[in-house]
């Protein structure tokens, strides 16, 4: 069987191909795609060509975040018929790198890697990589629900940010209080937050607001970007946690106040078992509000502009893409 997916050929082209899919085995399903979501930071660095092996192998089909329809299913995944699930990628192309693999019109998965949307709109669900990667971010920063006083600062407000900010608000500690931090307004504009600080201008790292800021319990970085941190560190309180939460060519930061304060530095990849699921619980439960988190929707045949506004304009939080109906 033959699909529409959006292919990286070669560094920095985007093109709409006809690729093939692997034959459906007993465990596996097909499913119609009905909405992708583009990847700023990680289909970012495939366009770019500095993604690790494999994953750089081109050509390359993108996506990790789908939400569709199981319609035909193996002889071992029959219950999977006719749901509406997430799949984080497409495990079955012929001659195409599957990494991710997820912007296509069908998918082919192993129904081991499904997650069951239940009451999720296709919206809710399609951001369900991305709440799970920052629920594995707090449990990192051994954030749990708790009355214990504790200050916690979030660096970066890009949806990762944003969705750790509203998880951290979601377990209910009333002593703690939540800073978050960006350079734009526009993303700010959606922070969850008992502070809000702008860091455009370096002046706003040395002035009053900033210097009030002290013993800092935990710090979770969702920029991606070491000297975002360094300011930071003689911020913290002493034992406090500093959660890598984004990705790093290499880890440069300034050890004295890693020293003095014995800080722990704890790195989060992304989800870990379970948490796509208790991701959607949060979601359905309504303790986590995503609703106000997809900012910009494109059909898939406009692949090409839909990266461009992804990747350049600073008011897409979230661009998300329409497949054709069938």
Known sequence: MRTKAIVIPAANTIEMQDVELKPIGADDVLIRTQLTSISAGTERMLLKGVMPHPMLQFPVVPGYETV????????????WLGKRVYVGGNYGFLGVNPAFGGQSEYIVAPKTHLT?????????GVLLALAATALHGVNQ?????????????ILGQGIVGQLAARIVKARGNKALKLI??????????YSKADAILNTASDLQLSGAEFAAIKG????????????????????????????LLGYYDCINLPYQPVFLKELTLVSSMQWAPGDLAAARDLI????????????????????????????????CLKMVLEWPAQ
Do not use: C, Y
Not at 68 to 79: M, R
Not at 223 to 235: H, N, Q, V, Y
């Open 180 to 189: 978050v931090t960006d350079k734009e307004d526009a993303r700010l504009h």
């Open 216 to 243: 800092v319990d935990v710090l979770i970085d969702a920029t991606g970007k070491m000297e975002a941190i360094s300011p930071w560190l003689m911020r913290m309180g002493r034992g406090g946690r500093v959660v």
């Open 284 to 315: 359905r439960d309504k303790a986590l509000n995503v609703d106000d988190l997809v900012t910009h929707r494109m059909k898939a045949e406009d692949a090409s502009q839909a990266f461009d506004v992804a990747f350049n304009d600073v008011n």
């Open 68 to 79: 569709g329809e199981v319609i035909e299913a193996g002889d071992n995944a029959d219950e």
């Open 141 to 153: 920063a051994g954030l749990v629900a708790s009355d214990a006083p504790k200050t916690v600062v």
């Open 116 to 124: 069951d949307l239940q009451t999720l709109t296709p919206e809710q």
